[in-house]
């Protein structure tokens, strides 16, 4: 599961510091570069909402070894693409193929591992999430400094492809599924009741903005600082994902704070520390700049850990079905919002991203301030842990 989470996410966001490289090579605005983002975050948000069905008829282990196969194949490819639009193609299958893993990646652990050992299990799985989506992302900056881009896009398929393949040598078979058949009308009465209480839909509202903002953020951070005065190298920029390490802890931190005081009270304080993350970015400064980024990253984290987990305990139903929604707006904010936030850049430069962005946090701490009064359940529902998404 480590390597199911470490290669899912690498593949999702590998093209992520390429974009200033695709608006030379191809002659394209920021905004249409972001598209190998966001057609790639876009429909895997849609197809997460019926994963986990197909994944009850199917199987959990069939689905997860084709989505990383397909998605490394794909992947490997993009490198021989001469054509924008071909590479925006394969980019589009790539995110259907990857939403096999996530959305079904918890229910298999919870099935096949013993109750005492589901907790290691999903840890490691969100941790090799995290190390993915850093890794990637950084692995595909320096290899670009070596080899260009579109060796460095077809190695990083290839590692996917041995991923994929000792993944599918080494995962147990599944011994605890049964094939499962539910009636769509069952299925989409679940979310009439997840929009009908009173925070869901606040919850998914609140993780379309904050991954819209952190994703714009991170987009378009690489064209300003491959620019002058700064002219960092492509190795150099990529050395800022670096920072998602400190995300992992405070998303820790968060979660710790939010099980000792409740998420009402804690969900303002990441949002706010994430609005001052952004007004440093906006310093010329490159060591102010590097630590905005740095407190973006950490805010977004543990907000994202905070909201997740509510979503988690809040849901005492159609539990599923509620992450998969979660899930659906975190990445749609990413597709969407990230695209938009490419606007920004070409009209307005950095200071434009920072308006734009700064904007969403704050109609976000506006939603957790909605959130804070709205009434808890009558009782305590189980323990949860935070939904699993880079």
């Known amino acids: 599961m480590l390597l199911a989470g470490l290669s899912t996410f690498a593949l999702l966001y590998c093209t992520q510091p390429l974009m200033p490289f695709f608006s030379?090579?191809?002659?394209?605005?920021?905004?249409e570069a972001s598209l190998a983002v966001s057609l790639a975050t876009g429909p895997m948000a849609f197809v997460l909402l019926v994963a986990g069905k197909v994944s009850d008829k199917l199987g959990r282990r069939p689905l997860m070894i084709a989505s990383l196969l397909a998605a490394a194949a794909l992947t490997t490819l993009l490198g021989l693409l001469s054509?924008?639009?071909?590479?925006?193609?394969?980019?589009f299958l790539c995110g259907l193929a990857l939403a096999g893993v996530p959305a079904v990646a918890m229910a298999y652990i919870s099935e096949e591992?013993?109750?005492?050992?589901?907790?290691?299990?999903?840890?490691?799985?969100?941790?090799?999430?995290?190390?993915?989506?850093?890794?990637?992302?950084?692995?595909?900056?320096?290899?670009?400094?070596?080899?260009?881009?579109?060796?460095?896009?077809?190695?990083?398929?290839?590692?996917?492809?041995?991923?994929?393949?000792?993944?599918?040598?080494?995962?147990?078979p599944s011994r605890q599924f049964s094939p499962r058949h539910h009636s769509w009308g069952g299925y989409i009465a679940g979310f009439r009741h997840l929009f009908a209480d009173k925070a869901l839909p606040w919850l998914f509202?609140?993780?379309?903005?904050?991954?819209?903002?952190?994703?714009?953020?991170?987009?378009?951070?690489?064209?300003?600082?491959?620019?002058?005065?700064?002219?960092?190298?492509?190795?150099?920029?990529?050395?800022?994902?670096?920072?998602?390490?400190?995300?992992?802890l405070s998303s820790a931190v968060a979660g710790h704070f939010s099980g000792e005081f409740g998420p009402r009270k804690c969900l303002w304080l990441p949002l706010a520390l994430f609005v001052l993350g952004i007004a440093l970015t906006a310093?010329?400064?490159?060591?102010?700049?590097?630590?905005?980024?740095?407190?973006?990253?950490?805010?977004?984290?543990?907000?994202?850990?905070?909201?997740?987990?509510?979503?988690?305990?809040?849901?005492r139903r159609d539990r599923g079905q509620a992450t998969a929604c979660y899930l659906f707006f975190y990445y749609m904010g990413s597709s969407v919002l990230g695209s938009a936030g490419g606007y920004a850049w070409t009209?307005?430069?950095?200071?434009?991203?920072?308006?734009?962005?700064?904007?969403?946090?704050?109609?976000a701490l506006a939603v957790a301030f909605r959130l804070y009064h709205v009434a808890p359940l009558p009782s305590p529902a189980p323990e949860t842990r935070p939904i699993a998404a880079e």
Request: charged share 10%; hydrophobic share 60%; proline share 2%.
């Open 24 to 31: 030379r090579a191809y002659g394209v605005a920021a905004e």
């Open 113 to 172: 591992v013993e109750d005492g050992a589901v907790g290691r299990a999903m840890g490691l799985y969100i941790a090799g999430s995290a190390i993915g989506g850093m890794s990637g992302r950084l692995l595909v900056s320096v290899l670009t400094e070596y080899f260009g881009w579109r060796d460095a896009l077809g190695m990083t398929g290839m590692a996917g492809l041995i991923i994929a393949a000792l993944f599918w040598k080494i995962l147990p």
């Open 283 to 315: 310093a010329s400064a490159l060591p102010l700049i590097i630590a905005g980024i740095g407190i973006v990253t950490m805010a977004f984290f543990a907000a994202h850990a905070i909201a997740s987990a509510w979503v988690g305990r809040r849901a």
């Open 83 to 91: 054509d924008w639009h071909s590479l925006l193609a394969a980019r």
């Open 205 to 248: 509202l609140e993780a379309f903005l904050i991954m819209g903002a952190f994703i714009s953020i991170y987009n378009y951070a690489g064209y300003r600082l491959l620019a002058p005065p700064y002219s960092l190298s492509q190795a150099q920029v990529g050395l800022i994902f670096l920072l998602y390490l400190l995300g992992s």
């Open 347 to 363: 009209w307005v430069g950095w200071n434009g991203v920072g308006l734009f962005t700064c904007a969403l946090v704050l109609i």
